[in-house]
């Protein structure tokens, strides 16, 4: 069973940084794909930057290309998001999720991925 365990949320001001750290255990082959949504209040959840585990290929939504940088630590089974030049509206629950490699072959959807963490909050706000 795969379980996932995110910190390193908090409140940071515009132009600041954070890093958010999922904990990966059960890991299978089938679930390779592991990265973070986030969703604001009152809007869907999207989602944000992956790592496929297998060949190490990535996917960042266009809102944080060039801020953010997604890595993972294969002795630890940790995926990290560095995030930078945070925004006011990057301020959402930060979940990570894992699924199939293919679910980031294309647009990721919360539907095709079968396991979550609790969710982390990330607010950016002067």
């Known amino acids: 069973q795969v379980r996932l365990v995110e910190s390193g949320g908090g409140l940071v001001q515009p132009g600041g940084s954070l890093r958010l750290s999922c904990a990966a255990s059960?890991?299978?082959?089938?679930?390779?794909?592991i990265g973070w949504f986030r969703q604001a209040p009152g809007k869907e959840r999207d989602g944000v930057s992956f790592i496929n585990s297998r060949d190490g290929s990535t996917y960042y939504a266009d809102s944080v290309k060039g801020r953010f940088a997604i890595s993972r630590d294969n002795a630890k089974n940790t995926v990290y998001l560095q995030m930078n030049s945070l925004k006011p509206e990057d301020t959402a629950v930060y979940y990570c999720?894992?699924?199939?490699?293919?679910?980031?072959?294309?647009?990721?959807?919360?539907?095709?991925?079968?396991?979550w963490g609790q969710g982390t909050q990330v607010t950016v706000s002067s």
């Open positions: 059960g890991f299978t082959v089938d679930y390779s794909a």
């Open positions: 999720a894992s699924g199939p490699p293919w679910a980031i072959a294309v647009h990721p959807i919360a539907a095709n991925f079968g396991s």
